[in-house]
């Protein structure tokens, strides 16, 4: 069963749009909610991060949402750029087994000029 | 901060030879290091736990005596991929706790890409 599920499997987006990855989950006991962004070749980098005791965090162009009782999250990338394009995987983990980091499918993210 | 170094970053070899993939924790002091495997455009497949010191826990499915996985040191832990079959072909990643970064946080290494003839 997975625990973590993402949607769209691949994004177009066109330079200076917004890009939207969503992601449901499933265990409730879920607090931690991490967004990687993988490029062709290298390891995920951490992009942003929430907890759910707030329903937004932002960082510069990167804004996640989170709805707790929807048990979903999103990432919202504004003013997309070429840059962004890349990989984009949402995952969860929980306080009392943080060692297991469920992962999404992820997402191929493509920003045209 | 934080840095995540792996060695080598891409690797070929004959089938039935072993091969030793090494993750550091070039900054920091890394408690625990995971072992992941990814396939082309898939997700991240959790292979293994380590903590340093003590045995790597396996998840459901991974072979331990195909995927050895030593955590000697705060710094290192290596997993060597034992007679390896072209199956084995994959992107390895590895990722670590500690850094001092918030709860629950791992740092990815850049990968190994691995592949068998």
């Known amino acids: 069963q997975q625990q973590v599920k993402q949607s769209p499997q691949s994004l177009i987006v066109q330079k200076g749009g917004i890009s939207i990855i969503n992601c449901a989950y499933e265990n409730t006991a879920f607090d931690y909610f991490p967004w990687y962004q993988q490029f062709p070749g290298k390891g995920p980098a951490l992009l942003i991060a929430i907890r759910p005791d707030v329903s937004e965090k932002k960082e510069g162009r990167f804004t996640i949402s989170f709805n707790k009782s929807a048990k979903q999250f999103s990432l919202h990338i504004m003013d997309s750029q070429p840059g962004d394009s890349a990989t984009y995987f949402c995952?969860?983990?929980?306080?009392?087994?943080?060692?297991?980091?469920?992962f999404g499918s992820g997402t191929k993210l493509n920003v045209k000029p | 901060g934080a840095v995540v170094s792996q060695h080598p970053s891409w690797v070929i070899c004959k089938s039935g030879t072993s091969v030793k993939i090494e993750c550091r924790s070039l900054?920091?002091?890394?408690?625990?290091m995971f072992w992941y495997r990814q396939f082309p455009k898939q997700s991240l497949m959790l292979m293994a736990t380590s903590n340093e010191g003590s045995k790597a826990t396996y998840e459901q499915g991974v072979e331990k005596d195909k995927f050895l996985i030593n955590h000697a040191s705060l710094t290192l832990s290596t997993l060597t991929v034992t007679s390896a079959h072209p199956e084995d072909s994959s992107f390895y990643i590895c990722?670590?706790?500690?850094?001092?970064?918030?709860?629950?946080?791992?740092?990815f290494g850049p990968g190994t890409r691995l592949t068998v003839l």
């Open positions: 995952a969860a983990t929980t306080e009392y087994n943080f060692n297991k980091f469920y």
């Open positions: 990722s670590a706790i500690g850094g001092g970064g918030p709860r629950g946080e791992q740092f």
């Open positions: 900054d920091f002091q890394a408690t625990t």
